[in-house]
């Protein structure tokens, strides 16, 4: 078909206008597309996840513990008197029943001294009741006195055996008290502490409290206590493994063993005290020393593990946010086991085959839609 000149050019102009208007347009078409998928891509924000680990059965807890002798006593004098010599210094290893120093009590010597001058008086007196009485009992068997005179001797007869026994009591108890001039070690140690020199006047307390002669300590065998938190309390039974480490050994430890428990959690610390129980025959931890106590903690039936940093901690409990199959967030409460330091157990509320979200948002919460990143997520 012929189309005139005036028609070409209309045609033309047509054909010029919408090429223009595509070329113009199309940017504008491709910049609201982009637009559309950032809004969509911002409204589901990425998180990283991580999966839940099973837990490991031994742990290693680390504790300061307080070194104490596995006895220690302050020896004190039960008489009083002068000092007449000490034994045993500082440092001296004694045997049970070793002399450690003798007392001078001349009072307690001159009282023993009348009190056994008084149990023979004593004893005189009552061998001639004695035999009094059992005469008046023969003459009254015969009915040549009266029963009343008979019984009055029998009587006095009985009177001086009482007094009898109680001078002989009298002397027991000097005798019992002279035997304290002698101060003796009630166990094998060492002498820690002497607090007296020769000639000092000795006060058994008398005159208020009194002061200790000697400081003995059993040093072949030591006490180390420590306090457990109530989390991993559970865990501490007598036999427990334990090594023990000092900053004056670097690279040595010391074994030893859980000996009791106190049965009962502190309500002021929250801690259990554990007692372990170590021997030390050479001596070379000394009482009152601070250590570094490793316990090795089982537990038969260990959980899940999750880094700390999975924790959302909320009015119902700790939980954390897993992602479905469907890309949305569900919230898991979880019960807490022991404290790992980076990760915690988990001993409820997961199965182990969750996606855990890592370093989830406060305002995350049920529901909502995520995108996840594919690159591992840090777990330490």
């Known amino acids: ?21 595509a070329i113009g347009g199309w940017p504008r078409l491709a910049a609201r597309d982009n637009v559309a998928k950032q809004t969509e891509a911002l409204s589901k924000p990425t998180v990283s996840v991580v999966m839940p680990t099973r837990a490991p059965a031994q742990q290693v807890l680390l504790l300061p513990g307080d070194i104490q002798a596995y006895q220690r006593a302050g020896i004190y004098a039960r ?24 007392i001078d009590a001349p009072e307690v010597d001159a009282q023993l001294e009348q009190a056994r001058s008084d149990a023979a008086m004593a004893a005189a007196n009552y061998q001639m009741a004695k035999v009094t009485a059992d005469r008046w009992q023969d003459m009254l068997s ?22 009898l026994a109680a001078a002989q009591a009298n002397v027991t108890r000097l005798e019992q008290l002279q035997s304290y001039e002698k101060v003796y070690a009630p166990f094998d140690g060492v002498i820690t502490v002497r607090n007296v020199d020769n000639g000092a ?61 106190a049965g009962a959690i502190d309500p002021r610390s929250r801690t259990l005290r554990v007692e372990v129980d170590m ?20 537990n038969a039936t260990p959980g899940l593990s999750l880094p700390t940093n999975t924790l959302l901690f909320r009015p119902q409990g700790v939980q954390v946010a897993v992602v479905d199959a469907s890309d949305v967030v569900r919230l898991r409460t979880v019960t807490l086991g022991r404290d790992f330091g980076t990760h915690v157990e988990i001993c409820s509320g997961l199965q ?20 996840i990143n594919r690159h591992p997520a840090n777990q330490a």
């Open 142 to 163: 015969k009915n040549a006195v009266s029963k009343q005179a008979a019984e009055e001797n029998v009587s006095i007869m009985k009177a001086k055996q009482a007094t």
């Open 279 to 298: 021997d030390n025959p050479d001596g070379t931890l000394l009482p009152g020393a601070f250590a570094q106590v490793s316990l090795s903690l089982s």
């Open 79 to 102: 008489t009083s008197g002068y000092l007449r010599r000490w034994y045993a210094d500082i440092g001296t290893h004694v045997k049970s029943g070793q002399l450690l120093a003798e």
């Open 201 to 261: 006047l000795i006060d058994a307390g008398n005159s208020g409290p009194p002061a200790a002669l000697f400081e003995l300590a059993q040093t072949d065998r030591l006490r180390i206590f420590v306090n457990v938190p109530q989390d991993d309390a559970a865990y501490v039974a007598p036999g427990t493994a334990v090594q023990l480490s000092l900053s004056q050994y670097p690279g040595r430890t010391f074994q030893g063993t859980v000996a009791r428990t």
């Open 1 to 21: 078909m012929y189309l005139s000149h005036s028609r070409k050019l209309v045609l033309l102009a047509v054909l010029v206008a919408g090429a223009a208007l």
């Open 352 to 371: 182990g085959s969750e996606q855990v979200i890592a370093n989830p948002s406060d305002a995350i919460s049920a529901g909502q839609a995520v995108r």
